[in-house]
């Protein structure tokens, strides 16, 4: 595997599931990112990792709980979501969070809410 | 606050017109720019960049030249190609790997 992986790429969950997102990158980056991406809507940025150790987290409701437990791995954890939680999540990493840093995006889970 | 606008689309062209997608943005300091690309049913990838004002970022035929005066980052390309069809993305950088990013441009190129 190389790059940026995001499982699973679909899913589809009632309000009262609990399931999570995973991402791994490939890159021997140290810092990990969570977007949102709705329709018509710019993209959000949700969580930012470096180091392991969560730098931003950008007023997101707590139904949505990050992990990270090394550099290389990102999981988003899901509970009690609504519908209007239906997005496309998206993980990034980049070498570290410096402002120059190009972050490389994996093609994203799409998750919908019954 | 920092943000970034973009003109709305979708934006159709014919094969082999000259694309440009205009980019303005609010930012305090001295961000670094960049134009990022999605391709259906994929996630962002980087097209090109800039870190400092009047740097020109140049990629697959694409440009984009950082505008400081006028606060503007605009994307073009000489002659598009079917393949260059995808949702284009203009974002800025400000540190502690914040990126803003625009609405999205969603471009049509037709044969």
């Known amino acids: 595997e190389t790059g940026v992986t995001q499982t699973p790429r679909h899913l589809v969950m009632g309000m009262t599931n609990k399931k999570s997102l995973k991402c791994e990158q490939h890159l021997g980056h140290n810092a990990m990112y969570w977007y949102k991406q709705s329709a018509k809507k710019p993209l959000e940025l949700m969580f930012v990792y470096n180091f392991k150790e969560q730098t931003e987290n950008n007023s997101v409701p707590s139904r949505f709980s990050p992990e990270c437990p090394n550099s290389s791995h990102l999981f988003l954890h899901l509970h009690t979501l609504q519908p209007e939680d239906s997005a496309l999540y998206l993980c990034a990493s980049s070498p570290s969070s410096g402002s120059y840093n190009e972050q490389f995006f994996g093609p994203g889970t799409r998750l919908t809410v019954l | 606050g920092d943000s970034v606008t973009q003109m709305e689309g979708p934006v159709t062209l014919s094969e082999e017109a000259f694309l440009t997608i205009n980019c303005t943005y609010t930012a305090t300091g001295y961000p670094s720019l960049f134009w990022y690309v999605q391709y259906p049913g994929e996630g962002l990838q980087l097209l090109l960049k800039?870190?400092?004002?009047?740097d020109k970022g140049s990629n697959k035929g694409f440009e984009a030249t950082y505008r400081k005066e006028t606060t503007s980052f605009h994307l073009e390309k000489g002659s598009v190609q079917v393949s260059d069809s995808a949702v284009y993305f203009c974002?800025?950088?400000?540190?502690?790997?914040?990126?803003?990013f625009g609405q999205g441009t969603e471009l049509s190129v037709k044969p």
């Open positions: 800039a870190t400092k004002a009047d």
């Open positions: 974002a800025l950088s400000v540190g502690i790997g914040k990126l803003i």
